[in-house]
């Protein structure tokens, strides 16, 4: 029997961008612990920086997902269940909002910049979830990524903070949802990090610095320590936990 802690277990994840993204941080630790992996990538433009590094991973699967097209939802998870048949895990990774409507007073964001970024970052988990339960046949594990801005108004978060508080919401309810199906679905919040979808947020650096000053270590996140939270998560060492909102920031959320 193997002692890695994902051996014989098939995980999906969805919003690695580049070397950089928290997704891949998880994705690493995964195969390092034995996980089979399916990859996606968001379009031709982000399958040049993502296959090579699906490629390193050893996936299974390397495919496109635009979560606001249909199809390509439908289709793979077709693949998943005709390649493995099950599923153990899902990491859901993403967030869009328009720039214009990310930095703009929450007074001002438009119907359409709300209506995308509940979409893509809060609907699209519920709407994976309701194609992962079914593979999920011996129960499993599902989890997304939070962030402070969703339980405090903080920097220039605005609409994605909303976004965000309702993705925690939604982490809570299908929690209770599947909870039946021996199904766990948890969040974690991490820190700030200096992934590509963060640099659209105005005034970053000074996020950065404002962040690792506030740590109780001074020290900022990496995406490796996600990785590790998310290894619980995604392993059988969280069979007890589901629901919860899980904060990786060094302590940036007590610190008054």
Known sequence: MSNLLM????????????DK??????AKKLHAQGAELAITYL????ERFVRPLAEELEASIIMPLDVTQEQQMIDLFKALEEAWGSLDGLVHSLAFCPLEDLHAPISE??????TQAMDVSC???IHMASFAKDLMKDGGSMINFSYLGSALATGDYNVMGCAKAALEAATRYLARDLGPRHIRVNSISPGTIA???AGGIKDF???LEYNQNKAVDHQLPTIEEVGDAAMFYLSDLSKGTSGSIHYVDH???IVG
């Open 7 to 18: 051996a014989g277990k098939k995980v999906l994840i969805v919003g690695i961008a580049n």
């Open 21 to 26: 993204s928290i997704a891949y941080g998880v």
């Open 43 to 46: 379009n031709d433009k982000a």
């Open 109 to 114: 964001c438009s119907r359409e910049g709300f």
């Open 123 to 125: 609907f699209s988990f």
């Open 195 to 197: 992934t590509r979808a």
């Open 205 to 207: 650096a000074t996020m």
């Open 251 to 253: 302590g940036v959320a």
